[in-house]
Nanobody
Framework: QVQLVESGGGLVQAGGSLRLACVAT??????????MAWFRQAPGKEREFVAT????????YYVDSVKGRFTISRDNSKNTVYLQMNSLNPEDTAVYYC????????????????WGQGTQVTVSS
């Protein structure tokens, strides 16, 4: 059984930083075979794509609203994906979810096979 477990969320003031981590485990789960991504869902809104790091070559893609502020990375030796979030603003407040998938597409929920339970990020003004 595959598990994705997020950590690192919390309450931060506007302009601050947080680093999220997601550890993937599972006997049949080969981390390097999966694209990893972060999504977020704010209250009353749909879940939206934030960033992805691809399985081959490590290319990264971001939603426009976080470009230049967020950085996604992966450590294949630790089966872990990170999201470094800087210059946070109240609009970044959401539950952040880690996801793993092997589709060539990356923007939508259906492109991912496995999901974590989420970690809350709250940015105060």
């Amino acid at each position: 059984q595959v598990q994705l477990v997020e950590s690192g969320g919390g309450l931060v003031q506007a302009g601050g930083s947080l680093r999220l981590a997601c550890v993937a485990t599972g006997r049949t789960f080969t981390f390097t075979n999966y694209n990893m991504a972060w999504f977020r869902q704010a209250p009353g809104k749909e879940r939206e794509f934030v960033a992805t790091v691809r399985r081959y070559g490590g290319a990264t893609y971001y939603v426009d609203s976080v470009k230049g502020r967020f950085t996604i990375s992966r450590d294949n030796s630790k089966n872990t994906v990170y999201l470094q979030m800087n210059s946070l603003n109240p609009e970044d407040t959401a539950v952040y979810y880690c996801a793993a998938g092997n589709s060539v597409f990356y923007l939508n929920n259906i492109n991912y096979n496995y999901w974590g339970q989420g970690t809350q990020v709250t940015v105060s003004s």
